[in-house]
Each structure stands twice: as structure tokens, then as C-alpha cells.
């Protein structure tokens, strides 16, 4: 058995440090991390591994950071050649650039283009899971799922249901939303390392017929995720309410048609009424925090230790292209600075684990990706946390580990990211 040792600071974690990071925030700064057969075999300190593993082949990184890849918990990889458009809010923003961009998909060329590029860049920036919609277009499904594959990324995707308020070229019905959404979950869902999630992209593109069908599919089969859209903006939320004037609230137009459960990855969720913070605790369900998209389109101030405290799952995400980078290391500092508006500073280690551990914790893959730790899949980012004169200037005078981590997560990008490993294999830097 092949093992490859990586020595360096090591960062994980044994709990949710949103309510308390001290005694679950664990670091070492002579560090290592064993790899063997694509999962991590040990983590510890770095001398005592090499010793017990005189065979293993070293890879040192000296002070660079040993992290688990990245996982964003809620992307459109469609977007990605839009992302950073001019000026619109939501509901103009998916009718002038969305929806154009979405229909080039029917062209499986394009679509797999698309996906490799998005793909890339996510690992380029350290990201080693996406959670993506993808268009209604089937193509657009095996595109994905085929350009991580060649990868072998733990990717989570869906076909996106829409059969009202967009255009001809990107609406379905019903029943071809629960067909094509059958037959991409057999498809592919436990296939290697891909997960299905079904996708209605959210209730005012969505039918009560389909958003009932997509309901039955998911009691179906209840082992998938189910992911969509919920209170991005006010707007929005008054559309909705026009949409279904008999719900007590937009959580409502998904409960009451089998679409909220523990399994359910709920995007955006910034204008919540006080029951449905009630009935997503209840459930277990996940909400993610966008702050780049909700910054760059104006929805609003994610109540995050709020959530917290409801006992509320929370994962992290880029929200590519609503979202303004591709980097969750940006996405941090976004984070960062919505939390610090509503009056909280999270510290670094809060902002590593929503990006990490938090993030899997949403997708039902606790221990499975996301964490430092025996058994996990060896998907790994190192970060250099002197990446650039700006940041090497800061972090020279830090006193503490945090000190010089923060100025990374608040000013880095993928110049930051030293090395990537993907089910323990280095991936190659473009």
C-alpha cells in the first residue's frame, strides 16, 4: 500500500465551533496528514507520523496550512461564463443574463465546455466539492457528473425543473421534470463520487403539478438531496405570495408539496419568518449562506449566528454566477463582513469550518469530505499564508496562528492555494 505523508499546520475540527470554537478547534503547527488509498489514514503530529511511517513518501510544506477542500454547498456551474454581470437584482438578473446563458445548454458541446471550465476553476481556488443546478437540459446533468468523474470529485448536482415564468427554451412540465429526474438519479446518484439532488430552481418557476411531482420523487427516494431557492429577496417573496395565496409563508410552497425535509439544502434563506426558522430547525434541514451573491445583488444580511442559535444547519457558498468569485476564500471574508454588519465578528475558525466541515455537515457527508480526519476522502487544500506581498507584510507580524490566517481568508485568492489534492492525488496546477 502506497502512502504519501503531507507535513505542515493542520487545522480541523471535533464540533460546530458557531457556538463556541475553543475546545472543537484543533491545530497543529508541525502537523501531518497521512494519505493511503485516496482516504487520510491518520492526522498528528508530523515527526511521530514520520517515524511510524518510514516507507511513506513526504511531501513538506513547511508553514503552509493543511485544510480539507473546500466544499460549496450551492452553485449554477451554467453561469460560470456570466458570472460578474452589471447592475440587475434578482428577478431581472435570471430574465436578462440567466436564462439566455441557460439555454445554450441544449448544446451538449457547450455544456461540456462549460463544465470543465467550472470545475477547474473550483479546484484552482481550492474547492474540491460543488454543489451545483444545472438547466433543465439532461445534457447539462451528464456533462457535469462526467467532467467531475474524469476528475474524481465529490460533486453533488441536479437537473433544474422550471415549467412557468421563463423562457419556452427552458421550461419542461411536470411530468418530464419527475421522468428526467427519475432517470438521472438512477443514472448517476451513488455513481463513483457523484450525488443527485432534485432541483426545482424555486416555487415562482414551479407549478403546483410540479412542484407535487418533484415532492413524490423525493419521497421516493428520500437517501437524495433536494436543493433549491428559499427568501432571497423581498420582491421575491411578495411574487411568491401572489403565486400561492393560500400558503402561510414561501417555506409553506415547498412543505406543503413534499419538498421540505432533513435532506432539503435550502439557498439564500435571508427573509425568514419566525415559523419557518421553526419548522427548518424541526426538520434538520440546511440552509447555505450566499454573501457574495447577496452582497453583489442586493438581497440582503444573512442572519447566521441567528440560525446558529435555532439550531439550524448552515453551509457556505459561492452562489457562481449570482456570486462574484469563484474563491470560498472570498466568499469567507464575505461572510465575514455581512456578520460583522449584523453586529458579530466570527473568528477565522468559524469561517474554516462553514467552508469545510460545515458545508459537508449540510450535504449529509459529515466525515466524509470537508474533514481532517481518519477515514475522510483525502481531499486537501494547502494554503500559503504569505501568498502575496500584502498578505506576507500582515502575517510576518501576527502573534498567533489566527492572526496569520485571517489576513488569508480575508485577502486571499487562488494565488493562495499552494497545492490541491483530490482522493490523495496531487492535482496539477494550471
Known amino acids: 500500500m502506497t502512502q504519501h505523508l503531507l507535513l505542515g499546520q493542520t487545522l480541523g475540527f471535533s464540533g460546530n465551533p458557531l457556538g463556541g470554537w475553543e475546545d472543537v478547534t484543533h491545530h497543529n503547527s508541525t502537523g501531518g496528514v497521512l494519505i493511503a488509498d485516496g482516504v487520510i489514514a491518520a492526522v498528528g503530529d508530523g515527526a511521530t507520523l514520520r517515524a ?21 454547498a450551492h452553485m449554477h456551474y451554467p453561469q460560470t461564463a456570466m458570472i460578474a454581470s452589471w447592475g440587475k437584482q434578482l428577478i431581472d438578473w435570471l430574465n436578462t443574463y440567466t436564462f439566455p446563458e441557460e439555454s445554450r445548454f441544449a448544446d451538449r458541446t457547450y455544456a461540456d465546455d462549460i463544465a470543465g471550465r467550472t470545475l477547474d476553476l473550483a479546484l484552482a481556488h481550492g474547492t474540491t466539492t460543488l454543489t451545483s443546478f444545472c438547466t433543465i437540459h439532461t445534457a447539462s446533468v451528464d456533462a457535469f457528473f462526467e467532467a467531475a468523474a474524469t476528475r474524481n470529485m465529490a460533486v453533488v448536482a441536479g437537473k433544474t425543473c422550471m415549467d412557468r415564468n421563463a423562457p419556452e427554451t427552458l421550461r419542461d412540465d411536470a411530468k418530464s421534470a419527475y421522468d428526467d429526474s427519475k432517470a438521472l438519479l438512477e443514472k448517476w446518484h451513488g455513481v463513483g463520487r457523484a450525488s443527485y439532488a432534485i432541483t426545482p430552481r424555486f416555487s415562482p418557476t414551479s407549478t403546483p403539478d410540479q412542484l407535487a411531482a418533484l415532492g413524490a420523487l423525493w419521497a421516493e427516494h428520500p437517501d437524495c438531496l433536494m436543493q433549491t431557492h428559499l427568501s432571497e429577496q423581498l420582491p421575491e417573496i411578495a411574487w411568491v405570495r401572489d403565486l400561492f395565496p393560500n400558503a402561510r409563508d414561501y417555506l409553506d410552497t415547498y412543505e406543503a408539496f413534499g419538498l421540505l425535509g432533513s435532506r432539503g439544502l435550502y439557498g439564500h434563506a435571508i427573509h425568514l419568518e419566525d415559523r419557518e426558522v421553526a419548522r427548518l430547525s424541526e426538520v434538520g434541514a440546511a440552509v447555505v449562506h450566499c454573501p457574495t451573491s447577496n452582497t453583489f445583488i ?10 446558529a442559535s435555532a439550531g439550524v444547519r448552515i453551509g457556505l457558498a459561492t452562489d457562481t454566477g449570482g456570486g462574484s468569485s469563484f474563491s470560498m476564500l472570498r466568499t469567507m471574508a464575505a461572510a465575514y463582513e455581512i456578520a460583522q454588519l449584523r453586529g458579530t465578528a466570527l473568528h477565522p475558525a468559524q469561517l474554516m469550518w ?6 459537508a455537515q449540510a450535504l449529509h457527508m459529515s466525515g466524509q469530505i470537508g474533514h481532517l480526519g481518519a477515514g475522510a476522502a483525502a481531499d486537501l487544500c494547502v494554503l500559503d499564508l504569505a501568498a502575496t506581498p500584502a498578505i506576507a507584510q500582515r502575517s510576518a507580524r501576527a502573534e498567533t496562528f489566527w492572526d496569520a490566517l485571517f489576513p488569508t481568508i480575508m485577502m486571499g485568492d487562488d494565488r493562495a492555494v499552494r497545492d490541491v489534492w483530490v482522493a490523495g492525488q496531487r492535482v496539477a496546477k494550471p
Open 52 to 72: 511510524a511511517h518510514p516507507d511513506a513518501t513526504v511531501t513538506d510544506y513547511g508553514n503552509a496550512l493543511i485544510s480539507p477542500g473546500f466544499v460549496d
Open 298 to 307: 442586493g438581497s440582503g444580511l444573512f442572519d447566521l449566528m441567528g440560525l
Open 354 to 359: 462553514l467552508a469545510t466541515e460545515g458545508s
